[in-house]
């Protein structure tokens, strides 16, 4: 059974910064792109940013783009989203997800983790 676990999130000052951590069992890592979402209340989820297997090609949504960083440790079953300059327009639910096939596209998506809430005041 594959299982995405988040760590990382809480509440931060506007400029400040947060690393998010998901780590993964139950399918061979590597084997898979890796993405975060998010979703804040009242609006739709947001593919936010999004890796390849091996790690050497990235997406990131535009208001994202500059201030976040996605990485993974394939060794650790680990991906982590860096966020730098954080804004209040950032604050919402994260989450981790694991793609079963173009993991450039949001349906790609099969399993989830079970969220991180980031809270960015301002």
């Known amino acids: 059974q594959v299982q995405l676990v988040e760590s990382g999130g809480g509440l931060v000052q506007a400029g400040g910064s947060l690393r998010l951590s998901c780590t993964a069992s139950?399918?061979?890592?590597?084997?898979?792109?890796m993405g975060w979402f998010r979703q804040a209340p009242g609006k739709e989820r947001e593919f936010v940013s999004a890796?390849?297997?091996?790690?050497?090609?990235?997406y990131y949504a535009d208001s994202v783009k500059g201030r976040f960083t996605i990485s993974r440790d394939n060794a650790k079953n680990t991906v982590l989203l860096q966020m730098n300059s954080l804004i209040p327009e950032d604050t919402a639910v994260y989450y981790c997800?694991?793609?079963?096939?173009?993991?450039?596209?949001?349906?790609?998506?099969?399993?989830w983790g079970q969220g991180t809430q980031v809270t960015v005041s301002s």
């Open positions: 997800a694991s793609s079963r096939g173009n993991w450039r596209l949001e349906r790609s998506y099969d399993y």
């Open positions: 890796i390849s297997r091996s790690g050497g090609s990235t």
């Open positions: 139950g399918r061979t890592f590597s084997f898979y792109g």
